[in-house]
């Protein structure tokens, strides 16, 4: 099977500063984005130009420790200092924010303190979040029927809930500083099917059975 492929446009970046990721934010207003951990920027194909102000972003890029992207580029969500989470949607501008309970937010106060970074995951209608640090892995899910586009509120309704492996397995911690870790969202007709992967470590599978699941604890029953 060929192939063809074709060069509509190229362009050089006009920053000294390398730059991990790229990322088509949007699904129906596609902008690229040059991100990092920290920062965020937009950049025009044609002109090579950045943009480096996003007006909805600017109050919390500041006190970002980490940003991702969802694998359908539709949402891009961070974690700050306080240990709020953010979500915001590219093609509507809405940006909403996830309050943390106290567990979740210990356990990003330390991991920062160790100068690790939490990893971040989020699914892509953006109504299920998972937060991964040193020994500990949190799921955040949103509670409403409606979208969270629809939502008039700023802060949204969720559920987190600690998933919690046999005594056998054993998680990556403070100390395992080389571990690599991984996870995507799977939908099927049903349910949505969570999997995480940390290199020589721990797999984690099975049914999260969305909001009707009322136990805040995954099964043992579900990791191998």
Known sequence: MEIRLEILTSTSIKQKKPWPRVSWLGKEKEAVFLLDDKFINE???????IKK????????????IVLTTSINDAWLAGVLTT?????????????????????PKEM???????SLRPYLYVSGNGK???????????????LELKSIL?????SLVGRWSQVIPEEAVLLPSIED???VVNAVF???????????????????????????NKSRVVPAALIR
């Open 43 to 49: 950049i025009n194909l044609l002109s090579g130009k």
């Open 53 to 64: 102000k996003i007006p909805s972003l600017q109050p919390f890029l500041k006190d970002v």
């Open 83 to 103: 240990g709020e989470l953010f979500l915001w949607n590219k093609d509507q501008d809405c940006l909403k924010t996830i309050p943390i309970t106290e567990k």
């Open 108 to 114: 990003i106060k330390a991991t920062v303190a160790s």
């Open 128 to 142: 299920r979040i998972l937060l991964i640090t040193p020994g500990c892995i949190f799921l955040w899910e949103y």
């Open 150 to 154: 629809s939502s008039k509120s700023l």
């Open 177 to 179: 500083k080389e571990a």
């Open 186 to 212: 799977i939908k099927n007709e049903a349910t949505q099917v969570l999997f995480i992967n940390t290199l020589n470590f721990v797999t984690l599978c099975g049914s999260l059975k969305g909001c009707s």
